[in-house]
């Protein structure tokens, strides 16, 4: 997994909304959708693991190679809402965390409520952005607890799922949960904050699905009535808890 930075030829600002994604091609190879993991400004940046033909192409290229850049596309997180909400409750498993990273520079730059971000990988070595962790808890009115599935001889942090964190923190009344990850992962989450008696639609989740165009006409990626790329990728479980197969 790397963390790259893009610039676009002929543009001041990069302009989109945490929560949004954008398709990138690797010319003579293809292209596939990713989450912007930054706040937008004069460059982007997105978290992306070697999952196929595409991302093994893009982790393949040198810094100044060219790519193919179309969007922003999809429906950002509920920010008005979110602005509105007593505490932010961020839980991010895995690969979860890049557009989270998004919403919580977002957070901090526009001076939101308090945050709590709880985070779990499968190993210390799985964790990212570490670096900018310290930095995080350091932000007024934001607490974060990390975790991992096992731990290695280093590791002096919480071991066990993201959703033991739960237990470690007191869960405010007037809280928005927003919950990237696994599908396992989104679950045991809302699974977790439905027993907590937090409504379906205070839960927001991101969805992914294979897409082609990314903007609603090629219909490849629907659940449901819901087409990810157009009505998504951001979700409450309110809008999705009827739909069979997702989690
Ligand atoms: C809104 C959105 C945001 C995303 N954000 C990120 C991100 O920030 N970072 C990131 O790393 N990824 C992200 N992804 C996931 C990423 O787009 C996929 O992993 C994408 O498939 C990678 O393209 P690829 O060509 O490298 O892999 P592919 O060649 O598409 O292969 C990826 C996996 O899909 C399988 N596969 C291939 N074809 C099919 C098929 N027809 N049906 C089912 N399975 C198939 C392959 O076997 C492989 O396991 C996001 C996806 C969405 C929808």
């Known amino acids: 997994m790397k963390t790259f930075t893009f610039t676009v030829e002929g543009q001041e600002i990069i302009d989109y909304l945490p929560g949004q994604f954008f398709m990138l091609t690797v010319f003579g190879v293809g292209e596939a959708p990713f989450a912007f993991s930054s706040i937008a400004g004069k460059k982007f940046q997105a978290t992306i693991r070697e999952a196929g033909t595409v991302t093994e192409a893009l982790h393949k290229l040198s810094v100044g190679n060219k790519v193919g850049i179309r969007g922003p596309f999809g429906k950002p997180f509920p ?3 979110l602005q509105k909400a007593g505490t932010i409750l961020v839980v991010a498993g895995g690969i979860g965390l890049p557009p989270l990273r ?31 962790f310290e930095m995080w808890k350091k932000k007024l009115k934001t607490e974060m607890l990390v975790t991992v599935d096992r731990g290695d001889q280093k590791w002096k942090g919480n071991v066990g799922v993201v959703t033991t964190l739960f237990d470690k923190i007191k869960v405010p009344e007037k809280v928005k949960v927003v919950t990237i990850g696994p599908a396992i992962m989104m679950k045991f989450v809302i699974k977790k904050c439905l027993e907590l008696g937090i409504q379906p639609e205070d839960i927001i989740v991101s969805l992914e699905n294979r897409m082609t165009c990314g903007y609603g006409k090629c219909g490849n990626c629907g659940y449901g009535k819901y087409l990810v790329c157009k009505d998504g990728p951001v979700f409450s479980y309110e809008q999705i808890k009827d739909i069979k197969g997702i989690f």
């Open 79 to 81: 920010l008005e809402d």
């Open 102 to 132: 998004s919403l919580i520079q977002y957070i901090h730059a526009n001076n939101f409520p308090k945050q709590v971000i709880l985070y779990g990988a499968r190993t210390p070595g799985d964790l990212i952005y570490k670096k900018q």
